[in-house]
Every structure is written in C-alpha cells, then in structure tokens.
C-alpha cells in the first residue's frame, strides 16, 4: 500500500503564494495521473488540478492562471508531484489532498491545510 505524505500548507494573506508538494511512500508508474483535490469546509471535495503521464495538465477554472501542477520523477515513478499556487483568494481555503488513480489502485493523501486570510 503506497501512502502519499503531503506538506506546505499554511495561513497565507490574500494575494499571497503557497507550494504544496506530494512524495509518494513507494513506487508509483510514471504514466499514472496525479491529481490535487481540496474541500472547504461545509462543501464537497473537488478537483482542482491534474497531470497524467504525458504531463498534460487540467485544471478547475475557479484556479486557472493561479495555480500550477507539475511533478517530477527518475526512471518511470513519481518523485514528488507539485502544486504551485498563487494569488491566493479567500475561497481557496481547505484541505488539499494529493490522489493517484491508475489501474484500478486509488491512494489519497491525508490532506494538508490551506488558509487565505482577507
């Protein structure tokens, strides 16, 4: 069972910059998606960003422009997945787990804190 450690969140001012990074416990295919979710509170978790092996990159529209995903890797695995995030709003706020899906083997992270002051 491969576990997904997430870490840089953190309280962040409006406009402000955050990175948050995701290293896989063990060996994740290269060409398996890598996903960032996040859930504000009172509401669903949803999708924010996503790159496949390819690095073809989908983001939701509420964060396009302001947030990037990337990962890195050596000799087909996931290194460490990122997501760069700026111009922080307000509505940003949440938990932002990291998720991989391939071929059936589904691994969340267990989530790390964002929170955009006003």
């Known amino acids: 069972q491969v576990q997904l450690m997430e870490s840089g969140g953190g309280l962040v001012q409006t406009g402000g910059s955050l990175r948050l990074s995701c290293v896989p416990s063990?060996?994740?295919?290269?060409?398996?998606?890598m996903s960032w979710y996040r859930q504000a509170p009172g509401k669903e978790r949803e999708l924010v960003a996503r790159v496949d092996g390819l690095s073809t990159r989908d983001y939701a529209d509420s964060v396009k422009g302001r947030f990037t995903i990337s990962r890195d890797g050596v000799r087909n695995t996931v290194n460490t997945v990122y997501l760069q995030m700026n111009d922080l709003k307000p509505e940003d706020t949440g938990i932002y787990y990291c998720r991989s899906y391939y071929r059936g083997r589904d691994y969340w992270g267990q989530g790390t804190q964002v929170t955009v002051s006003s």
């Open positions: 063990g060996r994740i295919s290269g060409i398996a998606p």
